[in-house]
Each structure stands twice: as C-alpha cells, then as structure tokens.
C-alpha cells in the first residue's frame, strides 16, 4: 500500500513516503482507540439515569455486616456508596447479587450495607424507628440518628462518655446497630430536632414512612414523591403547619419514597 493508494483524510495523497504513511496511520488509529475508551471510562462514571418502567431490585436476604438497607438515590454509583460506607466497592458487589451489572444502578433499588450507611429500616422484624418514651435528666435533648452515625461518634460531638450516652438510651437495645431514623436522648447543646410528630395510620395511596430530614419541606418532599403538595398535606394530618417541620416528623408517602 503506498499513500497514492491509501491517502490519510486532510493529506495529500504524495505527502510522505510509505513507511511514514503508515505510520501516520497507526498512531491516528490508536489516538481514536484512546479517545473512545476514555469516553466510554466517562460514561460509566456518570451517574445513573432512572429508566422508564425499570424493576427495583430489592434483596430476599443480607448477609453478615451487610444486614442495613439502602434504597438507591439519583445520582449514587456502587463505587460512591462503597466509599460512603467505608468498605470496598467488591464487598459491597458481593454482597448484593440481585444487582447483576453494578455499573447500572437505578434510584429505587435497594442494597444491602452496613447498619451505619442504612436509609431505611433495617431492624429484622421491626417497621418502626426507635423513639424513646422519656429522657432522662441532662439528656432532655432528642437527637436524629443520620447515615453514617455511631454511638461512639455522637457521644464525641456531644462531648459526653459513650456509657453514659448509652444509658440515657435502653430503647437501643445493642448500640453497636443503629438505624437512621432512630432518636437518642441526648445534651441539649446537640439536639437536632424537636418534638416528633408521627402518624397513627396513613391513607390509601400513603403506606409509606418517610423521616423528615434536616432542610426537607413539605414542596421539597412533595416534589420527589412525584406528587401534589396538597395532597401530602392532606394525608398527614399530624403536621398542623406544613410550613413547620422538624427533622424526625414521620410523613405519610407513597411506597416509593418512604425511607
């Protein structure tokens, strides 16, 4: 093959001497090759779009270290969940078989994690957050357990012994397994929210729990939940000013956005 035969677009076909031409041709192929894979390598990181009619995927069981739930947000990867959590992006494919591609994830699926980067209740058995009954003197404070909390790092922010934040707290039965959603008694100076405000039944359409976290609002939750803000107003008759709420309020949602 000589350039007269195979001219490189852009050249004159007599530029250069055979071996130069091809050449020339063998690096514009592997420039191409380069270009295409880091574009495919930057596909790959974007987050996941949600498709149409897609099927949550949601695990029958969670093995060992991996017994938390978390459901799948716009935006998340396996990798960033992975880091979230503290483990690495394979044991944390491991433990979730129901995902069969993990580059592909979808906002609805859920995963098995660690109890600490949970999103959802994950007590076996249990549906409902743990809420003590009273608090006692020095802990009247109540305290919202947010993804990635530990006893041992709230009694740090606190600036309180670990014991004596587990003794203000026996409706945590083993502070090793902490959900989010679960309320401490804890030091006024880090209380994070109010009096809760929880439903005694939802409506029709409304099965779902959803624990209101810090910066929600009654719009901002309507919005995700893909549903009018009159009507969560409606189905949450427990919250008098829907201009007020206060992290750890439960709302009646739709199943989809429950947490």
Do not use: W
């Amino acid at each position: 093959m000589s350039c007269q035969d195979k001219s490189i677009k852009g050249l004159p076909a007599d530029c250069m001497p055979q071996q130069e031409c091809l050449d020339a041709m063998q690096i514009y192929r592997l420039t191409l090759e380069t270009i295409l894979k880091a574009m495919h390598k930057m596909l790959a990181s974007l987050p996941q779009a949600e498709v149409p009619g897609a099927t949550c995927r949601i695990p029958t069981s969670c093995p060992a270290g991996f017994t938390g739930r978390y459901t799948v947000q716009p935006g998340d990867s396996m990798f960033l969940i992975a880091q979230r959590c503290g483990v690495s992006l394979q044991s944390l494919i491991n433990a979730n078989p129901q995902i069969t591609d993990p580059s592909q994830i979808f906002p609805c699926d859920v995963l098995c994690v660690p109890l600490q980067c949970a999103n959802q209740d994950s007590l076996p058995g249990s549906t409902t957050c743990r809420i003590p009954g009273a608090c006692p003197v020095g802990f009247t404070g109540r305290y919202t357990v947010q993804p990635g909390d530990s006893m041992f790092l709230i009694a740090q922010r606190c600036g309180i012994s670990l014991q004596s934040l587990i003794n203000a707290n026996p409706q945590i039965t083993d502070p090793g397994q902490l959900v989010p959603c679960d309320v401490l008694c804890v030091p006024l100076q880090c209380a994070n929210q109010g009096t809760c405000r929880m439903p005694t039944s939802c409506p029709a359409g409304f099965p779902g729990r959803y624990t209101v976290q810090p910066g929600d609002s009654m719009f901002l939750i309507a919005q995700r939940c893909g549903i009018s803000l009159q009507s969560l107003i409606n189905a949450n008759p427990q919250i008098t000013d829907p201009g007020q709420l206060v992290p750890c309020d439960v709302l009646c949602v739709p199943p989809q956005c429950a947490n």
